[in-house]
């Protein structure tokens, strides 16, 4: 079967680095079909790189490459990785953007051998000259363990996930999609655990909701379960985040009513 590569990165459109990251990778091999995520991931910002990762790649095939580069520490001593999750293969750097695909088993390999990558190795865009090349050649058969070592301490952000304070449950906004909706850090999953069916007031800004909505169309604001499965707020034919004043890191609080 032909390979799978996908890219996501912070790289935009007006460069040529995603293209010339797909130059390399067709180089080494022209028979993969390569599928761009985005690459409009803020600048930099890899914890909302992870979020898009875990959202994501679940919908694509078994034995599916996945190539992301959100590395604003590129040059130093961060190392590259290769992660296996189930049946999947991630490529890019250990700075904290898989975080969210440790949550259960999983195994992650050093990028270790020169034959894996370019030959001149830069010191601003290993997106070209280390993860690109990996990628290619996972795609080509090679298994993780032949690139390098087996690492137990790949990096993870410990305040990705939301906190209980008190009696309440505290989280955040984590980014903006397209249409300015809020999507924050709260899984429905950790809501239904919080909540156990008794009523709830979500705030958020100057907002306070006490039902979940089911579509954007409901309210002038609303309050839903996105299609991601995370806590989101929206305004109807408008920018949330700019309606309200937004920013990533705005709180989100969860308190709980009586028991019913």
Same mark, same amino acid.
Not at 36 to 47: C, F
Not at 102 to 107: F, L, V
Not at 228 to 241: C, V, W
Not at 244 to 251: A, H, I
């Given at each position: ?22 130059g390399v990778?067709l ?30 790649y ?6 599916t490459?996945?190539?992301?580069? $959100? ?12 992660? $296996? ?8 750097p ?40 990996a990628a ?34 505290? @989280? ?46 409901e309210?002038?604001y609303?309050?839903?379960? @996105?299609s ?14 700019q ?18």
């Open positions: 079967m032909m390979k799978i590569i996908t890219l996501l990165t912070d790289f935009g459109l007006k460069d040529p680095y995603t293209a010339i990251m797909k990778i180089s080494i091999n022209p028979n993969v079909t390569i599928v761009d995520i985005t690459h409009e991931v803020d600048p930099q910002d890899i914890r909302g790189g992870a979020f898009i990762v875990e959202e994501y679940r919908y694509f095939p078994d034995d490459i996945h190539l992301c580069v $959100v590395d604003p520490t590129v040059g130093s001593a961060r190392r590259p990785i290769i992660v $296996v999750k189930g049946n999947h293969l991630f490529v890019g250990d700075n904290g953007i898989f975080t969210l695909l440790y949550k259960s088993g999983y195994e992650a390999y050093m990028i270790e051998g020169p034959e894996f990558m370019r030959r001149e190795i830069s010191s601003t865009f290993h997106g070209r000259d280390i993860f690109a090349p290619a050649h996972l795609s080509t058969g090679f298994h993780p363990s032949a690139f390098g070592g087996v690492i137990h301490d790949a990096v993870r952000f410990a305040d990705i996930f939301p906190l209980i304070e008190g009696d309440r449950l505290a @989280g955040e906004v984590v980014r903006f999609d397209r249409f300015g909706n809020a999507i924050t850090n709260i899984h429905t999953d950790t809501f239904e655990r919080f909540i156990q069916g008794r009523s709830f007031t979500i705030s958020i800004n100057d907002l306070s909701f006490t039902t979940i909505h089911k579509s954007y169309y309210g002038d609303t309050c839903l379960i @996105g991601s499965g995370y806590l989101e707020f929206g305004y109807y034919k408008g920018s949330f985040a309606e309200k004043g937004l920013r990533k890191g705005d709180p989100v609080y969860i308190s709980p009513g009586p028991e019913g």
